[in-house]
């Protein structure tokens, strides 16, 4: 599933390519990938232009002209990919390309331009939901702090793990109700950049531990925002490129290899129903 660093990426890439365009069209292929039929949202989002787009935890919040806003979750599989001069009357040819093989929903725009919105495994959704509703849905969802953001300091932090003495700390770093937008990926860099056990008790945590755990959410968020995510399986940005932070991963994935800081042997558990790597040698 993408995480922050993927959906900011993405976001990003929106706000450089689809900002001010104007729908001209929608195609829809996939029903289930909407919260209402489909002839009312086209009728909804047609000759909209898009005036703003914004990240919220993992959702992507696209403000448009007139009454409403688009609330897109990518879930397990789903991408966003714009696609230059892609006509309607073309649309046969193209989704013969295995980029759009799973293609669900396509938005045209007036400049001759597309927005694909692909799923492989239908889990991800586009709402069409009334502007005045929007932070309203989305504070249904319960969301932690951005830890991105300034307000998300040491202190801050420090209450939050203090509020869960006895959560492992992996699983509170995953807790979108705690943080917003660390999933399994980042939790267990960051654990590693920390020397943490993923499975270890945040009563049983050190101030250094703390302060490196907060140090490295910072860090590595941030780095692999700047190199466009992770693409471990099929997340791509908006031109349809792999995020180049896979090359940085320390122990995701490397379960039986040498640990790159004490050539220890990395290791797979699993915790919460979730693979966890770390290295038992220097995470304690």
């Known amino acids: 599933m993408p995480e922050l660093p993927e959906v900011e990426t993405i976001k990003n890439g929106l706000i450089s390519k689809i ?23 086209t009728e909804s989002v047609k000759n909209s232009k898009i005036i703003n ?4 935890a993992k959702i992507l919040i696209l403000t448009l002209s007139g009454n409403f806003a688009l609330l897109i979750h990518l879930k397990m599989t789903g991408q966003l ?24 929903i396509i938005f045209f725009f007036k400049n001759g331009d597309a927005l694909v919105f692909n799923d492989l495994r239908k889990f991800g959704y586009i709402k069409l939901i009334p502007k005045e509703k929007v932070e309203e849905l ?17 202190k801050k932090f420090k209450e939050i793990l203090k509020k869960y003495p006895n959560r492992r700390i992996k699983q509170l770093l ?16 960051i654990c590693f950049f920390a020397k943490v056990n993923p499975s270890k008790q945040i009563n049983n945590l050190t101030i250094k531990q703390i302060e490196l755990l907060f140090e490295g959410i910072k860090n590595i968020l941030n780095r692999a925002v700047e190199l ?27 379960e039986g290899e040498k640990c790159f800081r004490c050539k220890g ?7 919460g129903g979730r693979s966890s790597y770390f290295c038992p040698e220097c995470q304690k």
């Open 265 to 271: 042997t990395i290791k797979r558990i699993k915790l």
């Open 138 to 154: 989305i504070g249904k969802e319960k969301f932690g702090p951005e830890p991105l953001k300034d307000a998300f300091t040491l």
């Open 228 to 254: 466009k995510g992770s693409s471990v399986e099929n997340y791509v940005d908006v031109n349809g490129q792999k995020g180049d932070y896979v090359k940085e991963l320390k122990v995701y994935d490397r």
């Open 81 to 104: 990919i714009y696609d230059l001069r892609f006509k309607i009357n073309d649309l046969r040819i193209k989704l013969q390309n295995s980029k759009y093989k799973y293609a669900r």
């Open 53 to 56: 787009i914004s990240r919220r």
């Open 19 to 41: 900002k001010g365009n104007q729908i001209s069209d929608v195609k829809i292929l996939w029903n289930g990938s909407l919260n209402m039929p489909p002839k009312k949202f």
């Open 174 to 189: 995953m807790d979108q109700a705690i943080i917003a937008g660390i999933g399994n990926i980042y939790a267990d860099e």
